[in-house]
T-cell receptor, first 113, second 115 residues
Framework: SQQGEEDPQALSIQEGENATMNCSYK?????LQWYRQNSGRGLVHLIL?????REKHSGRLRVTLDTSKKSSSLLITASRAADTASYFC?????????????FGKGTKLSVKP | GAGVSQSPRYKVTKRGQDVALRCDPI?????LYWYRQALGQGPEFLTY????????KSGLPNDRFSAERPEGSISTLTIQRTEQRDSAMYRC?????????????FGEGSWLTVV
């Protein structure tokens, strides 16, 4: 079964606005990863946050992790039309190994110019 | 090549035929992974290798699915006697190692349609 569950399933915003996506998971983790998938393209790793971190930044991306609530959020600031994509969180089925990642169903983000 | 390369990109096959999907990982990457992704869903783990050794095949749905990586580089995912429910995108990925924290690089996938 899928461990990572993102919400909302779909999000539509105007260019320049911020987009926030959430992810919940069920078991213990070493880290949580976020990926982006453009339509018809490959899956691209965006950012990894370790279980002992609460917040991490990368450019316009901000990820938070709350291990007590088993949840994470991905914030994209000052969104652009090029940010239109599906975003997935992923956790490892076995702590310490990422041989077997569990992905959620994703949040489909649409940024309108 | 610079990234993970998969072939064919698109494959249409008749039900009952066998198909082989190829993955060429990033040079030097020890770990290679196969995932399957249905439309509107996230990727679903199938199997992974360290070098030529298959470490975990718990995600292979049944015995019609098999994978190999005989020389620890290129991998082939084979589906025998294909069924319509096998239609999906099959994604290959690689990383330096399967240890937590290593970035996993995905290929652009092979779209399989079984008619």
């Amino acid at each position: 079964s899928q461990q990572g569950e993102e919400d909302p399933q779909a999000l539509s915003i105007q260019e320049g606005e911020n987009a926030t996506m959430n992810c919940s998971y069920k078991t213990s983790i070493n880290n949580l990863q976020w990926y982006r998938q453009n339509s018809g393209r490959g899956l691209v790793h965006l950012i990894l946050i370790r279980s002992n971190e609460r917040e991490k930044h990368s450019g316009r991306l901000r990820v938070t992790l709350d291990t007590s609530k088993k949840s994470s959020s991905l914030l994209i600031t000052a969104s652009r039309a090029a940010d239109t994509a599906s975003y997935f969180c992923a956790t490892a089925r076995v702590v310490g190994s990422q041989g077997n990642l569990i992905f959620g169903k994703g949040t489909k983000l649409s940024v309108k110019p | 090549g610079a990234g993970v390369s998969q072939s064919p990109r698109y494959k249409v096959t008749k039900r009952g035929q066998d198909v082989a999907l190829r993955c060429d990982p990033i040079s030097g990457h020890v770990s290679l992974y196969w995932y399957r992704q249905a439309l509107g869903q996230g990727p679903e783990f199938l199997t992974y290798f360290n070098y030529e050794a298959q470490q975990d095949k718990s995600g292979l749905p049944n015995d019609r699915f098999s994978a190999e990586r005989p020389e620890g580089s290129i991998s082939t995912l084979t589906i025998q006697r294909t069924e319509q429910r096998d239609s999906a995108m099959y994604r290959c990925a690689s990383s330096l190692a399967a240890v937590s924290g290593n970035t996993i690089y995905f290929g652009e996938g092979s779209w399989l349609t079984v008619v």
